[in-house]
Every structure is written in structure tokens, then in C-alpha cells.
């Protein structure tokens, strides 16, 4: 886009703080920012991107329909109008995500044909170290059993025990992008060996990634029996989806650690239960599942072995922080013409 003096509409769908709007709105003089907190879901928790129930009158949602229509920009998806946002926002130049992985958001809803002349961004390193940090406290709580030392504790019964630590050990981690970076980074510090799996990995040296040893997916079998701790973290697609089964988990070493910060559809729910029950796997941490709120009879629920956090390892009170900080760099790139950080490619989606 060549520069010039047009004023393009910002219109922000997703609650954010004053404070962080007004940061948006001096930005650039040539950004209108829309931003109407009673159109959109309350939050129910900082960085609350969702929100709680809500529903807009009718005389309010012609008004937000109004403001739709002219929006040249939009922050976040519209979760409100998932099905006909290109009907209503037919002049929407570019959508900046809160989201790390948008992929199955804009494939699910034909974006990337309904929309072709716009631009996605999403806000990927955003969450990076807040993910890092639930691995190390899944890795830490199993290993300084941590659910014992909480179940004494209520017991009021002292009995001394041993845990392990983490020097030396092994972790696999599927998906090097930011956060599978972050984390091999943490890794390191502690003393542990990094074995990497990214999708493409020629040209790039392990150790710029903070791994020791780097893989291809079709090497996953080589990795598995020697990752004490596994984490996921690769973006779903075809090529992803299920892909630890009963087969891949029973190659992991008995013992082992599974994490899983990526999506619920990469793993066989079913065998990851069967590898816990029958204790070949030590435990699990898991952010994501197949389905989501995960069901009252869903067995990981009351599983001793297994940490359930329900899709909030990402979330951090400081997140619309460091998203603002991204959107704020991208608007003065899109209005320069600059290359913009965390374009998605949406050729690649079928």
C-alpha cells in the first residue's frame, strides 16, 4: 500500500483497556479508531478476547452492523459475525488477530476465498514465554510431586520423599516456532537436552533455536523414545491432526511426560488415556483438548496423574500489553507499505 493521507477506520472488536486504545488511537493520524465497549462481550478475565454472554439490542447491532460496513481495519475476529463477516465488512483491508494460530479459523469459515484481498495477521510470540512457563510448571509439579506435597499438607502428615530434577533429561518438543523456541530456550537453562521437530528444517542450525538435535516430522519415531518429556506445540492441519496416537505414545520411554500447549485434535484422547492408566505414561499436561469446554465425562477430569488447564496457558493479565504493542507497529507498517510481522499465509490453506 502506498502511503498517502486517506483515513482508514479501525474498528476494535474485542474488549480491550482505555488506556491501550488510546495508545492505538495516537498512533498515526490517518487511523479512525472505532471502539464502543458496550457493542462488544464483556471480559471476564484480563486478555478475555471472548468474553461473557452478551447480546446486543436491535437498534445496537444496526449500529455495530453500520460500523462493520465501513471498517477498513478490524482488531480481532468478530466473534459475533463469524459466518457473514465479509457480507457486512465487504471493505476490510486487513483483520490483526489476538490469536496465535489462525489457520483453522479462516479455513473454517472460507476466509481465505470470501475475503482474498485481506490481509490476516495474528499475534504469534505473543504468548510465547507465558506457554514456556506452563511447561516448566507441568515438568516441575510431576517431578517435585507436587500432588503429594498439596495432599499432605491437608493431611497435616509429615513423610519426607524424593522427587527428581531436570538436569540431563530429555525433551522432545514438536513445533519450533516461537513458543517451541521459548520453551527449548528454558530448557537449556535447566540443564536439559533439546531434540527439535520442525516441519522445514534446512538451513537452520539447532542451536539457533535453542535445540541440540533438530528433526522432520517424519522423523517423529526417532525422537519419541527418547523424549522424558514430550511437548506439543505445532499448528493443527491434515498433516498434524492425530498425530501421537497409541502407537507414537507407546514409543515414548515409560515414564514419560506429555504436554500439550498446541491443539486437543493432535493427539488420540482415547490412547492418551489408556497410556495413563496403565502408567506408561507418568502424566500429562494438558492446555487443549478435542473438545472444548471439555465435557463433565470426560475421564482426564478426575485422573491423578493428569494436569487439566482449561486452554489458559497462553493468557497472562499483561497479554492485550504486548498485542497493542504488535498492532501498533503494524498499522504504521501497512500505512508505510512496509512488510507487516505475522502475515499468514493463507495460500496454503485447501
Not at 28 to 43: C, G, H, S, T
Not at 130 to 154: D, G, H, R, Y
Not at 176 to 198: N, T, Y
Request: charged share 25%; proline share 5%.
Amino acid at each position: 500500500m502506498e502511503k498517502n493521507a486517506r483515513a482508514f477506520n479501525l474498528l476494535i472488536a474485542s474488549y480491550l483497556e482505555t488506556e491501550l486504545v488510546e495508545r492505538i488511537r495516537s498512533t498515526d493520524e490517518r487511523v479512525n479508531v472505532i471502539f464502543k465497549p458496550e457493542l462488544i462481550a464483556p471480559q471476564r478475565f484480563p486478555a478475555d478476547h471472548i468474553g461473557g454472554p452478551f447480546q446486543r439490542t436491535e437498534d445496537q447491532e444496526k449500529q455495530w452492523q453500520s460500523f462493520l460496513w465501513r471498517a477498513d481495519i478490524l482488531f480481532d475476529f468478530d466473534r459475533t459475525h463469524y459466518d457473514d463477516l465479509p457480507e457486512l465488512a465487504p471493505h476490510l483491508k486487513w483483520i490483526q488477530t489476538t490469536s496465535s494460530g489462525i489457520g483453522q479459523t479462516i479455513k473454517k469459515w472460507n476466509y481465505h476465498r470470501r475475503m482474498p484481498k485481506t490481509i490476516f495477521t495474528s499475534s504469534r510470540g505473543v504468548h510465547a514465554q507465558p506457554l514456556a512457563e506452563f511447561c516448566l510448571l507441568v515438568m516441575l509439579t510431576f517431578n517435585k510431586k507436587l500432588f503429594q506435597t498439596i495432599s499432605q499438607q491437608k493431611a497435616k502428615r509429615w513423610a519426607r520423599f524424593s522427587g527428581t530434577d531436570l538436569r540431563k533429561r530429555t525433551i522432545g518438543i514438536v513445533g519450533m516456532g516461537k513458543v517451541g523456541s521459548e520453551v527449548a530456550r528454558i530448557a537449556q537453562c535447566l540443564g536439559m537436552k533439546v531434540l527439535g521437530v520442525k516441519r522445514n528444517i534446512e538451513g537452520i542450525k539447532p542451536s539457533s533455536l535453542y535445540a541440540d538435535e533438530l528433526y522432520t516430522p517424519r522423523d517423529l519415531h526417532r525422537i519419541l523414545p527418547r523424549s522424558e518429556y514430550l511437548v506439543l506445540i505445532a499448528p493443527h492441519t491434515r498433516a498434524t491432526d492425530k498425530m501421537i496416537g497409541r502407537r507414537e505414545l507407546h514409543l515414548l520411554p515409560k515414564g514419560a511426560i506429555l504436554i500439550n500447549i498446541a491443539r486437543g485434535a493432535l493427539i488420540d484422547e482415547a490412547a492418551l488415556v489408556e497410556a495413563l492408566e496403565s502408567q506408561h505414561l507418568r502424566g500429562a499436561g494438558l492446555d487443549v483438548f478435542e473438545s472444548e469446554p471439555l465435557p463433565t465425562d470426560n475421564p482426564f477430569w478426575e485422573m491423578e496423574n493428569v494436569i487439566v488447564s482449561p486452554h489458559s496457558g497462553s493468557t497472562s493479565d499483561r497479554e492485550n500489553e504486548l498485542i497493542t504493542d504488535l498492532f501498533c507497529e503494524n498499522i504504521i507498517s501497512f500505512l508505510e507499505g512496509r512488510p507487516m510481522r505475522n502475515l499468514f499465509d493463507t495460500s496454503g490453506l485447501s
